[in-house]
T-cell receptor, first 114, second 107 residues
Framework: DAKTTQPTSMDCAEGRAANLPCNHS???????VYWYRQIHSQGPQYIIH???NNETNEMASLIITEDRKSSTLILPHATLRDTAVYYC???????????????FGSGTRLLVRP | GAGVSQSPSNKVTEKGKDVELRCDPI?????LYWYRQSLGQGLEFLIY????????KSGLPSDRFSAERTGGSVSTLTIQRTQQEDSAVYLC?????FGSGTRLTVV
């Protein structure tokens, strides 16, 4: 699996958008970009994933650059409960139940300030 | 159930004892993964199962660790002769969904 690079930590104000960047310059054409987050003392929570098109769901938006070498996770209106470690992962795993493992890096520690 | 269930939620064991950790995946999911997370660290991949295929055991740290998945559903992670460095949260994932983990403390 390709490696990802994320800032160690970020902060944003409550109610503002949180934009979390991820570099994956060695991503291959059939690798997906996944985002998970882990709130303190809980298991990781799936947020979103995509291949090349931008994706949006009820939690977040995922913007993938045209060359696919980087992406940004956007939390449109951050709340205090969004304080967590956010993991960007690239993997061949593209189907809900397919068989490629996700390798987690160190992630970005996001602090949402009141 | 609707989510991934892991038991026990907490386990304290004496060094040298064997422990078994259980994971009940989401019904119908054929992919099941085990990870562990030491205090303040990231997630470390241990093993995964996909249907009837041979499991990928490439992440198991030593031969004291083993896992099985019976009937394509429930999985058990076994750690023999536990050591203090085995203390961690052991997380199971069913496809994209993680359980809450088992916190193992070896004293």
């Amino acid at each position: 699996d390709a490696k990802t690079t994320q800032p160690t930590s970020m902060d944003c104000a409550e109610g503002r958008a949180a934009n979390l960047p991820c570099n994956h310059s060695t991503i291959s054409g059939n690798e997906y970009v996944y985002w998970y987050r882990q709130i303190h003392s809980q298991g990781p929570q799936y947020i979103i994933h995509g291949l090349k098109n931008n994706e949006t769901n009820e939690m977040a938006s995922l913007i993938i650059t045209e060359d696919r070498k980087s992406s940004t996770l956007i939390l449109p209106h951050a709340t205090l409960r969004d304080t967590a470690v956010y993991y960007c992962i690239v993997s061949l795993r593209g189907l809900m139940d397919s068989s490629y493992k996700l390798i987690f890096g160190s992630g970005t520690r996001l602090l949402v300030r009141p | 159930g609707a989510g991934v269930s892991q038991s026990p939620s907490n386990k304290v064991t004496e060094k040298g004892k064997d422990v078994e950790l259980r994971c009940d995946p989401i019904s119908g999911h054929t992919a099941l993964y085990w990870y562990r997370q030491s205090l303040g660290q990231g997630l470390e991949f241990l093993i995964y199962f996909q249907g009837n295929s041979a499991p990928d055991k490439s992440g198991l740290p030593s031969d004291r660790f083993s896992a099985e998945r019976t009937g394509g559903s429930v999985s058990t992670l076994t750690i023999q002769r536990t050591q203090q460095e085995d203390s961690a949260v052991y997380l199971c994932a069913s496809s994209l969904t993680f359980g809450s983990g088992t916190r193992l403390t070896v004293v």
